[in-house]
């Protein structure tokens, strides 16, 4: 699949089969979030994997507990503020880092969402797993084998994003 493709065929998934991710992948899912770009690459991304009684302990903190338990893993995806060096530029690195992880799971025939809701609980949490003030938790990643078949997603119209002067060729984008 085209790298374009890629990016336009991932869909949030929140159910999983009972399918068990092997470690090597989890592995490669991490690396795919260790290589993405930051502010004097200072990396400030912090990872923690979840598995089953890690994961029924995090359900209780969110309202999206079925995901959660549903799962076959989780990777909590902090920011080290000791690592920190412009808060802003290092929470888009974050981002970009969950967005590699996103993709590298789609491109294995995994699924994944994106949970932030679950940040309304991100103190609790840290005491829960017994964590450093220095790591503030940015997302969860829920993934696993997905159970259904991945839906068309929507987006806006090219046409409405483009503020001015570029000038995009006669419905060509519509064609990718
Ligand atoms: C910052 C962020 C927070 C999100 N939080 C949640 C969430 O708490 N629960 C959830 O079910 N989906 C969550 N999502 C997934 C979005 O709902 C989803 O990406 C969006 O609807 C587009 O759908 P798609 O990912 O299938 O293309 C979140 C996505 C982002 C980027």
């Given at each position: 699949m085209d790298t374009l493709n890629l990016i336009k065929s991932r869909r949030s998934v929140r159910k999983f089969t009972k399918y068990v991710i092997p470690r090597c992948t989890i592995e490669k899912i991490l690396e795919s979030g260790r290589w993405a770009p930051s502010g004097l690459n200072n990396q400030p991304w912090r990872f923690m994997v979840l598995e089953s009684g890690g994961k029924d302990e995090l359900a209780?903190?969110?309202?999206y507990s079925q995901i959660i338990k549903n799962a076959d893993k989780i990777i909590l995806v902090f920011i080290d503020k000791k690592a920190s060096y412009n808060y802003e530029k290092d929470l888009m690195a974050i981002g970009a880092c969950i967005q590699n992880m996103l993709l590298y799971i789609h491109s294995q025939k995994l699924g994944a969402c994106w949970l932030g809701e679950i940040l309304n609980k991100r103190d609790e949490i840290n005491k829960l797993f017994k964590l450093n003030d220095n790591l503030q938790l940015q997302a969860a990643i829920a993934m696993g084998k997905p159970a259904t078949h991945l839906k068309q997603g929507k987006r806006k119209n090219l046409e409405n994003l483009i503020l001015k002067r570029y000038k995009l060729q006669a419905a060509s984008h519509k064609l990718l």
């Open positions: 209780e903190y969110t309202k």
